[in-house]
């Protein structure tokens, strides 16, 4: 390693004691993701602790937090699944955060018309937009004069 001793996987993380994660302490992706260079390539750290924990990843499986703690990287907290695993465990731990959107008059006047009979966390769901976006519609503190619809 051009006069750098490898350190150790251990050496890697800190075991943290309420959680039981293992907390990678090295590089990581602006999303909170362990980083590792394994052989001249950037490896997601859970990904590696999988591997090293079980064996190689099947071709378009991804590996999953069980904690939703992207820096862990324990293998009892790691689990494989698709790209739709991955949504809907994000959508039912409600950890999705909508991106900004706009709507269309027509989607405003269907949460108007439901904003009594569901509520404002499942209205958000259902038009992809945050729940305080739903708040807003709902009290009327945003699209007093709608959009036009886009041809």
């Not at 390693?1 to 996987?9: D, F, H, N, P, S």
């Not at 090293?52 to 378009?60: F, Q």
Request: aromatic letters at 8%; charged letters at 30%.
């Amino acid at each position: 390693m051009r006069g750098r001793v490898a350190l150790a996987w251990e050496e890697n993380w800190i075991p943290e004691p309420n959680t039981g994660c293992f907390l990678w302490l090295r590089k990581r992706t602006e999303k909170g993701y362990g980083l590792l260079n394994r052989k001249m390539r950037m490896q997601l750290a859970h990904r590696h602790a999988w591997e090293l924990a079980y064996g190689p990843i099947p071709a378009g499986k991804w590996v999953l937090h069980k904690c939703d703690t992207p820096a862990c990287v324990n293998p009892d907290h790691l689990f494989l699944g698709t790209a739709q695993d991955n949504f809907d465990d994000m959508l039912a731990k409600e950890r999705w955060a909508p991106a900004a959107r706009r709507l269309r008059e027509c989607e405003v006047e269907e949460i108007r018309r439901l904003g009594s009979l569901v509520t404002q966390e499942l209205l958000g769901r259902m038009f992809r937009v945050s729940q305080g976006h739903i708040s807003s519609i709902l009290s009327g503190r945003t699209r007093k004069r709608a959009w036009r619809d886009k041809p």
